[in-house]
């Protein structure tokens, strides 16, 4: 990454390992070059609870406009061994990632997010008349749930095999990607 990552440990000794595993989730981040201007990951054994320290860590990730950041804490050492620290350092750079990649989701250009979200061609792939709802089978080769809610036409014409025009919702359902909007072709006459 050509973005300079500056990581600093105060009260907190790392081992090879520790340092492998910031250097490997660093690595991660590749899919964001030329997004991210500069970072700081610190990690601070802030305080002790008996024979355990409270290791505090801050995973900040700027960007021209703003930073993401991702903090979590854990505690040394466990019965687990080193396991709840990688969950917490992991799950720091996973908040810090998250923040990133939704800010450059909302700066795209409004027709890329536009494009997105158009109907394209499926096929009824499966139907469950008992509970109005079945899945269209896209292009890509992804199934798409829908209820009869989204479904612009009558559910009980529709048959396995039909073409339809479906719309990919944004958000998953229960099942998977979901369609936010299933409309049957009419044959030309």
């Given amino acids: 990454m050509d973005a300079p990552i500056e990581i600093t440990f105060r009260r ?5 390992r520790i340092r492998a595993k910031i250097d490997e989730l660093i690595g ?6 030329g997004q991210i201007i500069s970072g700081r990951v610190v990690i601070d054994g802030q305080n002790r609870r008996g ?13 021209p406009g703003g930073s993401a ?14 396991r709840g620290f990688d969950n917490a350092l992991t799950e720091a750079f996973h908040t810090a ?8 989701a909302k700066v795209r250009p409004q027709e890329t997010n536009q494009l997105e979200h158009q109907p394209v061609h499926g096929r009824i792939g499966r139907l469950n008349k ?16 829908f209820s009869e809610a989204v479904l612009q036409g009558d559910f009980d014409a529709l048959a396995v095999g039909e073409e339809v025009l479906v719309t990919q919702a944004e958000a998953e ?3 998977g990607p979901q369609a936010s ?3 049957p072709i009419s044959p030309l006459t």
């Fill in 181 to 183: 909007m299933v409309k």
């Fill in 28 to 33: 991660q981040l590749e899919k964001y070059e």
């Fill in 173 to 175: 359902s229960p099942y």
């Fill in 130 to 145: 008992d509970v109005r709802n079945g899945f269209v089978e896209i292009p890509d080769g992804a199934s798409l749930f």
């Fill in 97 to 104: 990632a998250e923040q990133l990649r939704s800010h450059f």
């Fill in 12 to 16: 907190f000794e790392p081992n090879d």
């Fill in 51 to 63: 024979l355990k320290t409270v290791v505090s860590i801050r995973v900040e990730l700027n960007y």
């Fill in 69 to 82: 950041l991702g903090r979590r804490e854990a505690d040394l050492p466990q019965p687990a061994g080193q």
